[in-house]
T-cell receptor, first 110, second 110 residues
Framework: GESVGLHLPTLSVQEGDNSIINCAYS??????FIWYKQESGKGPQFIID?????DKRQGQRVTVLLNKTVKHLSLQIAATQPGDSAVYFC?????????FGTGTSLTVIP | DVKVTQSSRYLVKRTGEKVFLECVQD?????MFWYRQDPGLGLRLIYF???????EKGDIPEGYSVSREKKERFSLILESASTNQTSMYLC?????????FGSGTRLTVV
């Protein structure tokens, strides 16, 4: 299988600060990337996606950056809130099948 | 709202029992997947299906089988449950893109 990894397993941020979660991927052929959020006891939920023909995409309070040169993906969360506390993981793939990273646990400190 | 529904949130089974995990999606998606999620290992693909009565092995199919008799339903079967199959099981469906996940079934084999 593909290797998808995260640089840090845990991240703690103060409420109101910005959060950055990183992800490295290994398959240069991957053309679709997704960030998921998984709260305790729940299944992963889609946050934002980006295709390989883009290098940045913005959503509500979230931005995904894609650097294909170094095969790196990041998720930026603006003005982090307590409800953002969760495990975040990236997925890379082509077509119908994706490979997932192990996740970064984000803790927001009030 | 689109949904992937897993029939049980928590299950406790005895070693050697035959276990059925059910997953139903209401999005008319062709593709369905079963993953297990373990701490530090991320999501690992067990089996997937791109069509009714079709199944393909994922990365860790040993000890599992699946059934896809109808498009909306994808069942995971543990023929003879073992303690090393204690895990969180996640079902997902997709159509030309990212996955929609169910809430997960936490299975404990004692």
């Amino acid at each position: 299988g593909e290797s998808v990894g995260l640089h840090l397993p845990t991240l703690s941020v103060q409420e109101g600060d910005n959060s950055i979660i990183n992800c490295a991927y290994s398959n240069s052929a991957s053309d679709y990337f997704i960030w998921y959020k998984q709260e305790s006891g729940k299944g992963p939920q889609f946050i934002i996606d980006i295709r390989s023909n883009m290098d940045k995409r913005q959503g509500q309070r979230v931005t995904v950056l894609l650097n294909k040169t170094v095969k790196h993906l990041s998720l930026q969360i603006a003005a982090t809130q307590p409800g953002d506390s969760a495990v975040y993981f990236c997925a890379e793939g082509t077509g119908n099948q994706f490979y997932f990273g192990t996740g970064t646990s984000l803790t927001v400190i009030p | 709202d689109v949904k992937v529904t897993q029939s049980s949130r928590y299950l406790v089974k005895r070693t050697g029992e035959k276990v059925f995990l059910e997953c139903v999606q209401d999005m008319d998606h062709e593709n369905m997947f079963w993953y297990r999620q373990d701490p530090g290992l991320g999501l690992r693909l067990i089996y997937f299906s791109y069509d009714v009565k079709m199944k393909e092995k994922g990365d860790i199919p040993e000890g599992y089988s699946v059934s896809r008799e109808k498009k909306e339903r994808f069942s995971l079967i543990l023929e003879s449950a073992s303690t090393n199959q204690t895990s969180m099981y996640l079902c997902a469906s997709s159509f030309l893109g990212g996955y929609t996940f169910g809430s997960g079934t936490r299975l404990t084999v004692v």
